[in-house]
């Protein structure tokens, strides 16, 4: 169980194996999260991936192969029970439903850590500094697609968190993500 923390590894306690998909649009702080709060061994990013395929973190066309490549790396975390987060913006339910369908194959818990407390406002503004820019209207339908906590559970995530915008994790309102 991920106890409520604060921004320091000590308040982590995932299970062995656990499966943890980073929920979230671009600019709400998921890597800054995962950099954090995780072990870089056990996180698996697809912005890295798509740097180590094109030599540009930013390159979609990228993002069949580096998608593969998470999934090479998932399959062999997941077969030796080892933690693993994934972080990228899994913001559309059949990307969610494959990597649950592999934690399932090998009877791993999951979590999803969902960032639904930073603004389309606030990215925006965050995005205006940063030298990688996300295209507006990308960034505008991403904020549309991100899940609540209930549609979480109901895919099947055995546990469902929220990160506030001061990256302090709270558990979801229990009658909010009953099954």
């Known amino acids: 169980m991920l106890s409520e923390v ?8 995932l299970a062995p194996g ?11 702080g998921k890597s800054t999260f995962a950099v954090r709060q995780f072990p870089p061994t056990w996180r698996i990013c697809l912005d890295v ?3 180590a395929v094109a030599d540009d973190e930013a390159d979609q066309s990228a993002t069949t192969v580096a998608a593969a490549v998470q ?6 975390r997941l077969a030796r029970g080892l933690r693993t987060v994934i972080d990228s913006t899994a913001l559309l339910p059949h990307v969610r439903t494959k990597l649950l369908a592999r934690a399932r194959y090998y009877r791993r818990p999951t979590l ?4 639904n407390q930073v603004s389309l406002e606030e990215c925006q503004r965050r995005n205006a500094i940063r030298p990688r820019k996300v295209p507006p209207d990308i960034l505008r339908w ?3 697609l991100i899940p609540t906590a209930q549609e979480l559970r109901a895919e099947g995530f055995d546990q ?9 994790v709270h558990a ?4 909010a993500v009953a099954r």
């Open 6 to 13: 604060t921004g320091s590894r000590p308040g982590l306690d």
């Open 18 to 28: 656990t499966l943890t998909v980073l929920v979230g649009p671009s600019l709400v």
């Open 49 to 51: 991936l798509r740097g």
């Open 71 to 76: 999934d090479l790396l998932l399959d062999e």
């Open 112 to 115: 999803a850590l969902l960032f």
């Open 142 to 144: 991403q904020h549309t």
């Open 160 to 168: 469902v968190l929220t990160v506030a915008a001061d990256a302090t």
């Open 172 to 175: 979801a309102a229990p009658e």
